[in-house]
């Protein structure tokens, strides 16, 4: 229960931090024109590329976005559960999936805000342009399924493949022209903050006893709790009971045996 009120909390606090930067934002300037900062950042990164680079910049936007990840995300799931025997490691990379596929459409029915409309843009696009929906997928779902790799099967290519990708992914879609940088700034740090609840959530825990009878051995000296008002522990350590025992039972044939005597 704890875990889910975790994960819950972790939403929540995501989407408020969505709603934080874009009022920050607001604030600061004009929302559907850009800042002016934004727009001398986008029109410096606006660079001629080789082709072959320039080819990759609309390739690499496909690796963070919530409409190609989910079917390579549902498989690695059922993989995880199946093949791997780590449903906790399979529902974790579910629930980090559904959360920032919620996020994203979210924060944008909320928040619409134009697209940039300095260069030509390319690539996929649609609906608001505030957040980068794949901002929040790359930093949230590939960090968090290059850790789950890495515990299950100790690998670290991923960390080398997934992180490369996520940062060229975050700098297409400025080149390609299809954000403002506070959009991807906004979906780098919702996703970081649904990253944390996530890996909070599911951080690991000490088995907790089965049962409140169930007797535990500590130094040789058995505990075994009592009622559920916890009104007391009783100690007993079986040595010395055993040698009791034995003593009243030695005093008891002694009784017995002077009463036939006399």
Same mark, same amino acid.
């Given at each position: 229960?704890?875990?889910?009120?975790?994960?819950?909390?972790?939403?929540?606090? +995501?989407?408020?931090?969505?709603?934080?930067? +874009? $009022? +920050?934002?607001?604030?600061?300037?004009?929302?559907?024109?850009?800042?002016?900062?934004?727009? =001398?950042?986008?029109?410096?990164?606006? @660079?001629?590329?080789?082709?072959?680079?320039?080819?990759?910049?609309?390739?690499?936007?496909?690796?963070? =976005?919530? &409409?190609?990840?989910?079917?390579?995300?549902?498989?690695?799931? #059922?993989?995880?559960?199946?093949?791997?025997?780590?449903?906790?490691?399979?529902? $974790?990379?579910?629930?980090?999936?559904?959360?920032?596929?919620?996020?994203?459409?979210?924060?944008?029915?909320?928040?619409?805000?134009?697209?940039?409309?300095?260069?030509?843009?390319?690539?996929?696009?649609?609906?608001?342009?505030?957040?980068?929906?794949?901002? &929040?997928?790359?930093?949230? %779902?590939?960090?968090?399924?290059?850790?789950?790799?890495?515990? %299950?099967?100790? #690998?670290?290519?991923?960390?080398?493949?997934?992180?490369?990708?996520?940062?060229?992914?975050?700098?297409?879609?400025?080149?390609?022209?299809?954000?403002?940088?506070?959009?991807?700034?906004?979906?780098?740090?919702?996703? &970081?903050?649904?990253?944390?609840?996530?890996?909070?959530?599911?951080?690991?825990?000490?088995?907790?006893?089965?049962?409140?009878?169930?007797? !535990?051995?500590?130094?040789?000296?058995? @505990?075994?709790?009592?009622?559920?008002?916890?009104?007391?522990?009783?100690?007993?350590?079986?040595?010395?009971? $055993?040698?009791?025992?034995?003593?009243?039972?030695?005093?008891?044939?002694?009784?017995?045996?002077? !009463?036939?005597?006399?």
């Amino acid at each position: 229960r704890q875990r889910w009120l975790t994960i819950l909390a972790g939403f929540a606090l +995501a989407f408020l931090t969505g709603m934080a930067v +874009a $009022r +920050a934002t607001t604030l600061a300037g004009d929302w559907n024109h850009g800042l002016d900062w934004e727009r =001398t950042l986008i029109v410096r990164m606006h @660079v001629a590329m080789p082709r072959a680079v320039d080819a990759l910049m609309l390739v690499f936007p496909w690796f963070g =976005t919530n &409409i190609s990840l989910i079917p390579g995300i549902a498989l690695i799931v #059922w993989w995880l559960w199946k093949r791997q025997h780590a449903p906790n490691d399979a529902i $974790r990379l579910a629930v980090v999936q559904l959360g920032s596929y919620l996020l994203n459409p979210s924060l944008k029915a909320m928040f619409d805000r134009a697209r940039p409309t300095l260069f030509e843009r390319r690539g996929w696009y649609g609906w608001s342009s505030y957040p980068s929906g794949h901002a &929040i997928a790359s930093i949230s %779902v590939l960090f968090t399924l290059s850790i789950i790799l890495h515990r %299950v099967k100790g #690998w670290t290519w991923p960390y080398y493949v997934f992180i490369p990708i996520m940062l060229a992914s975050l700098y297409s879609r400025i080149y390609l022209g299809v954000h403002w940088p506070t959009d991807v700034f906004a979906g780098i740090v919702v996703g &970081i903050v649904w990253l944390l609840a996530t890996m909070r959530a599911f951080r690991d825990r000490k088995a907790a006893p089965s049962s409140r009878d169930d007797l !535990r051995e500590l130094g040789g000296v058995h @505990v075994a709790a009592t009622d559920d008002s916890g009104d007391a522990l009783a100690l007993a350590d079986g040595d010395r009971l $055993r040698q009791q025992r034995a003593h009243r039972g030695g005093t008891r044939r002694l009784g017995e045996e002077f !009463r036939r005597e006399e």
